[in-house]
């Protein structure tokens, strides 16, 4: 049976490689909690504080972290599959070299993330708060940028194939050697205001 818990809060608690299988965690509070190699299956977690939480190596699949605060948290070779992230906030966290495949992770604020080689496929961020972030060498493919923050974003050698540019000013992002489609160049130029005939 699903397992709810609300309002809790635990400190120096040890969950290495445990399993997260359908249980549900609801404004609680993780302080200095270890979640290394820790797997996620149909959790959730919804309006928790994370502070000082190490997820270096965990895998999460099909799991919630709704409205979260992640704060000074190592997520080093951290793994999200079809995962939902909206309206979560990451400030001063360790976030590479991250993986996400598919999910929703709209409205999340990653502003100034170090997300240098970062592994985004498929996943939703509309309107997500990637102001300062440092994606040199990040690779998104497919990803819904629509209406998100990226002034001041580092693209340097980035892939971008098959993702949603509209909301990006080409020239208020470091861009050099990032690699994109025919038809986002398209769509960058005519945001220059060139007409294409």
């Given amino acids: 049976m699903p397992q709810t818990i609300e309002d809790e809060t635990f400190r120096h608690t040890d969950w290495y490689a445990e399993e997260l299988v359908d249980r549900h965690f609801v404004r609680c509070v993780f302080s200095d909690v270890d979640l290394t190699e820790a797997v996620s299956r149909g959790a959730s977690f919804t309006e928790c504080s994370f502070g000082g939480v190490s997820f270096n190596s965990s895998r999460h699949t099909d799991s919630a972290f709704v409205r979260c605060v992640f704060r000074r948290c190592n997520l080093f070779e951290a793994e999200f599959t079809g995962c939902k992230l909206v309206g979560s906030t990451f400030d001063q966290c360790e976030l590479r070299p991250l993986r996400v495949s598919g999910g929703d992770w709209s409205f999340v604020a990653l502003p100034g993330a170090d997300l240098r080689g970062a592994q985004l496929s498929d996943v939703r961020m509309r309107e997500a708060d990637l102001t300062g972030a440092n994606l040199t060498g990040a690779t998104l493919?497919?990803?819904?940028?629509?209406?998100?923050?990226?002034?001041?974003?580092?693209?340097?050698?980035?892939?971008?194939?098959?993702?949603?540019?509209?909301?990006?000013?080409?020239?208020?992002?470091?861009?050099?050697?990032?690699?994109?489609?025919?038809?986002?160049?398209?769509?960058?130029?005519?945001?220059?205001?060139?007409e294409i005939r």
């Avoid at 493919?141 to 990006?168: I, N």
């Avoid at 160049?185 to 060139?194: D, E, K, N, R």
């Fill in 141 to 194: 493919a497919r990803v819904d940028l629509s209406a998100a923050q990226l002034h001041a974003v580092r693209f340097t050698g980035a892939d971008l194939r098959g993702s949603d540019l509209t909301a990006l000013d080409p020239t208020a992002v470091e861009r050099a050697g990032a690699v994109i489609d025919l038809e986002q160049a398209m769509v960058l130029a005519q945001s220059l205001g060139f």
